[in-house]
């Protein structure tokens, strides 16, 4: 005890958050409430802040657990729309295994995937229009697919290779798009969120019809950036979603580090006096009717929206860490919100739009596609190869528009170095 | 030991030494940090002194300065080098000057430990080497290892200061030195002299340089990583070059550099970061204004380029052995 303390009063205590489940623990999520589908109500879209308070903490829920969708919330999609969705799913699933495995097999350095978490990205850029600007984290690969970008390109970036537009200078994953209203991805956690209400200002402030949105993992809504963010947006009613992907894991921390453990995260939009809203993010039509009424609020001028989509990392961080040295193998297995995929296809089998078959035979489909894209990727080149991708004098470029002389001299002073080395 | 287990050798020691030691940063508690390095520590010490923290660095090291306002001496983990820039007000602005401002009523004795570096295929975001920022804030010390054993001794050292440390750990050679040629195989540690870590306390002063060899044809200086390039250079060229690690970049061994300068005349700076402002430019500048006139040549900078590092090409902006190589033969040319 330190020096001073007074004797009479009891003992300060820190509190430090612990997850409910460890490796080994047997997980149950009895205490776990989903509320029922259907349940929450759905605001008009310029419903003012403080009348929807409780949808910061309960849940949006579309699909029931017979696969039927119900409540205010269906986004009442075409059955080929949701086949489509539901596609684009697999191939996300099927994109991420494939290259999963590449880094196993040494050729490239590191990989990301983002199993069970699916619906967060596809479903949302479905609900987004192809010319909003999107501010991803890494785990949302799924809009690029969703918006049709090639797959070999988002593969040739994860190889480094020759065909990697951004000259083999980011991590595998840290895409770039513009064509695709896709902003170049960043290591460091959280910085687009600003960037993102950067954006949606800009566009408002231009008298222009597009929004953005940003996406960051619960873990990342600690960050400065984060909270520099919602002040910005709700100062200005910026036209932007702000996506809080809450997998429940950051790295080894569970999302208690972040907060969880007192709040909600869509609750921070309370304090900012901005539309929060809660949703099942393993529930794709849920996904897709939140993003649609936050786009819509924020193209009627009514302000940003902060969506917390609650879902589970069902694989590891990254090719970098293991999960069963820190989460019980069992919490995967029994999370109480399903696998996105399964249910979205259990939907549209009980609509009469989908069976079996078909779906076999689209997971066939996509997991060849995925396989034709990675031969032509890798026919030009995979990181494995070495320094042979990229012309050295490539890494001088684009520091700044112009080459100063500094960076002309270092250029060619590596230039002098390899000849007289003789490589 | 490897340096990795050297640093939690160093963590255990002085938690076991001072109750008010405490460790916390992104992942360190139950996983024991994403590279291992405080493995083993929360079990043995308890939440309240070794804990996760939020994905806030600003806050990591906020919290630490009012941890030390009360009296800890928190050792907090920013988890790659790249990620100190969102802590840069705290650590600048506050815990570099807090003693100064207060004419010593407060002081933040905490050691900022971070793996820094590349050549472990991270990219942009997870290879860079920001040390020389450091340096240039008045009241932060800077500290950069390159061993197991230097490691241990003056992480202890560090986190006995009384002033706020920074701790850059080089995390290429976390388990094995590594001389630069990244297409042969990388030896570990235990083959190493400086992998023998005695298990308890010692401690090596910070602004301590190390003489690494001993030698009469030119100086180089040089620091973490690049210390194994250099020995590994120099044995291959057979030149009688001296090589000084300087492990503590402030405060800095001035009187050890001057001295080697004085008897070479000859000095190549190795450092795998930025060339422009880079540690090396200060010790350029120091050098000709204390031993100019004993200068045989110009001194020479093997850095890395002007560029952020990229991904694929990272062996190109490595400064290797190559570079190293021709620097040396033009120096003792000229
Ligand atoms: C500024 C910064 N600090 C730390 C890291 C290291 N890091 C990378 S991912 C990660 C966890 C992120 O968790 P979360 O935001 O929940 O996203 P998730 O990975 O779960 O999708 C950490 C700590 C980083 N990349 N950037």
Sequence with gaps: MAEGVRRNLPPLT?????PKFRPGDAVDYADFDRGAAGAVSRPAIDASPDVMRDHAYSLVRVLDDDGKAVGPWDPRLEPERLVAMLRHMALTRAYDDRLYRAQRQGKTSFYMKCTGEEATSIA????LDRDDMCFPS?????????RGWSLVDM?????????DRLKGRQMPIMYSAREAGFFSISGNLATQYPQAVGFAMASAAKGDTRIAAA???EGSTAEGDFHSACTFASVYRAPVILNVINNQWAISSFSGFAGAENTTFAARAIGYGMAGLRVDGNDALAVYAATEWAAERARANAGPTLIEFFTYRAEGHSTSDDPTKYRSAEENVKWPLGDPIARLKEHVIAIGAWDEERHAAMDKAVIDEVRTAQKEAEAMGILADGLLQHPFATMFEDVFEEMPWHLKEQSQQMHDERKKAGI | MNMI????SALDVMMARDPDIVVMGEDVGFFGGVFKATEHLQARYGKTRVFDTPITELGIIGVSVGMCAYGLRPVPEIQFADYIYPALDQLVSEAARLRYRSAGEFTAPMTIRSPFGGGIFGGQTHSQSPEAMFT??????TVIPSN????????IAAIEDNDPVVFFEPKRIYNGPFDGHYDRPVTPWAKHPAAVVPEDYYRIPLGKAAVVREGEAVTILCYGTMVHVAVGVVAEMGVDAEIIDLRTLVPLDIAAIEASVRKTGRVVVVHEATKTSGFGAELAALIQERCFYTLEAPIERVTGWDTPYPHSLEWAYFPGPVRLTQALEKILEA
Excluded: F
């Design chain 1, 14 to 18: 820190l509190h430090v958050p612990e």
């Design chain 1, 124 to 127: 949302a850029a479905y609900a």
């Design chain 1, 138 to 146: 890494y785990r949302q690969q799924g809009i690029l697919l969703a």
């Design chain 1, 155 to 163: 593969m040739c970036q994860v190889y480094s290779n020759r065909g």
């Design chain 1, 215 to 217: 996406w960051c993992g």
């Design chain 2, 5 to 8: 287990q050297a640093i939690n």
């Design chain 2, 136 to 141: 240039h804030v008045a009241g932060l010390k």
């Design chain 2, 148 to 155: 197991p054993y230097d490691a241990k001794g003056l992480l």
